[in-house]
């Protein structure tokens, strides 16, 4: 039996006749304890004096008796710091006895000839707040007792990119904007068509630009756009040509259907802020740790993260550059590029991003090649040049489920430049993909087929 004999702020002070007595610092509780199954006289004043007692229910459940005791209060255990809160089904929301769990694994790790550890981020209730600096040193204290290096999981939220929530609160500037369009079939000659541009679903959308077509080639058709009263396109009214015409009209939007609330990856100022609601704040409160117990942060698998796309038949993810419904990765940076790639005249070549067509597969090419390279400088590049300016290691892996490190969605489209920005660099395949002994072939698991 491990004891958990390192609290100042906690005992169980006596029990009897299927209840216990505790001390919580300087709070008296009385709680049922089934294990208790002597019957002691019960002699400590604290018993008739507890500060609150709580009483089983017949039919089940059952409430607090108090008399005086705080909403909530305060116990430390080591460095650590707890918000104890009485609950109605008897908790506190602490269980003291895993204190001898807490210092068993941090000394199993040790002990494993493990020598470098991962802090996982994301369940701490305070990240980047007063409770998470507190617990950091703590953990840093128990990793230099035991000669341990540590790593520090960089956001707040699963995927990396959340920016500790900041991005909710950013200017419509830095937030994650998208490339879409809509087709519109238009049987001609007609004179003062007009195709409606406001979506009443979307209240980010913008119109981009438009490209008329026949037979799959560019045709120049002149067009005029009526602003509502509020001075956003309202309309586009243009004259069809004879024959059938089809205007792809794009848009782009902060809308999407994964992780609205992320950094838009391809923009320099938008992967910032990650920068300045984690990065910076762990070298405000911790930098004198950098280089010596903090060897650097950790991302967990960043992408787009514009959708999660679905899987077909062949265990492979759809989101890949020509899809038809995809939102693409946009940013001014990117459309500059694609223009100097391009000229002036590529919008008629863009409605090719999303169809399959050899005779778009250039304009698919320089679009992948940009979008791709602006993830590399904007997001993996800026975090490792960070870290690395200031005496720690960028590291992380990206998502590899599908082929998605290849492709669009939750990916980031291009692997080697994905990670080319850090000091070590890994994929995520713990799950599923490998199985011992298969080598080739298809296999089905709880959430689809693998290749």
Same mark, same amino acid.
């Given at each position: ?129 007063? $409770? ?154 911790? $930098? ?95 975090? $490792? ?62 959430? $689809?087929?693998?290749?």
């Amino acid at each position: 039996m491990w004891i958990a004999d390192g609290w100042k702020d906690y005992e169980v002070i006596d029990c009897s006749g299927g209840e216990k007595l505790e001390r919580w610092d300087k709070q008296y509780l009385v709680r049922p304890d089934p294990q208790a199954i002597w019957e002691t006289p019960r002699r400590l004043p604290e018993w008739k004096r507890a500060n609150a007692r709580y009483l089983r229910s017949q039919t089940g459940g059952g409430h607090w008796e108090k008399k005086a005791l705080p909403e909530s209060w305060q116990v430390h255990y080591k460095d650590l710091t707890f918000q104890v809160k009485p609950m109605n089904f008897k908790h506190t929301g602490l269980f003291p006895e895993q204190a001898a769990n807490w210092d068993f694994m941090m000394e199993k790790i040790a002990g494993a000839d493990i020598h470098e550890v991962c802090l996982e981020s994301r369940p701490h209730p305070d990240f980047c707040g007063e $409770g998470w600096w507190r617990d950091l040193r703590f953990v840093i204290d128990e990793c230099k007792q035991l000669g341990l290096k540590l790593w520090i999981l960089d956001d707040a939220h699963f995927p990396t990119g959340f920016a500790n929530g900041a991005v909710k609160e950013a200017v419509p500037e830095l937030r994650k904007i998208v490339l879409t369009h809509r087709t519109f079939d238009i049987v001609g000659s007609t004179s003062a068509a007009s195709i409606a541009l406001a979506n009443m679903l979307d209240k980010t959308e913008r119109f981009h630009g438009v490209t008329f077509m026949q037979d799959g080639s560019p045709v120049d058709v002149a067009y005029r756009v009526i602003d509502d009263a509020d001075g956003n396109p309202s309309r586009l009214v243009f004259d069809a040509p004879a024959g059938l015409t089809q205007a792809c009209v794009m848009f782009t939007s902060g809308k999407t259907s994964y992780n609205e609330d992320y950094i838009n990856m391809v923009d320099r100022a938008s992967v910032a802020q990650l920068i300045d609601a984690v990065y910076e704040p762990h070298f405000e409160h911790l $930098g004198d740790e950098f280089g010596k117990t903090i060897l650097g942060f950790f991302s967990d698998e960043p992408g787009f993260a514009n959708e999660k796309g679905t899987t077909g038949p062949d265990g492979i993810s759809d989101t890949l550059i020509g899809k038809a419904t995809a939102p693409l990765p946009w940013s001014a940076e990117l459309e500059r590029r694609l223009r100097a790639a391009l000229g002036e005249r590529y919008l008629a070549e863009l409605p090719h991003l999303w169809d399959r067509e050899p005779a778009g597969a250039h304009v698919r090419h320089v679009y992948m090649d940009i979008a791709s390279t602006l993830y590399k400088e904007c997001f993996c590049d800026q975090l $490792g040049d960070w870290c690395r300016a200031r005496g720690v290691q960028y590291i992380g892996h990206v998502i590899e489920d599908k082929d998605c490190h290849a492709r669009l969605g939750v990916g980031a489209g291009h692997y080697f430049r994905a990670v080319g920005g850090q000091d070590m660099a890994g994929v995520d395949i713990v799950i599923n993909q490998l199985v011992p002994g298969m080598d080739r072939g298809l296999h089905s698991y709880g959430r $689809g087929v693998w290749d």
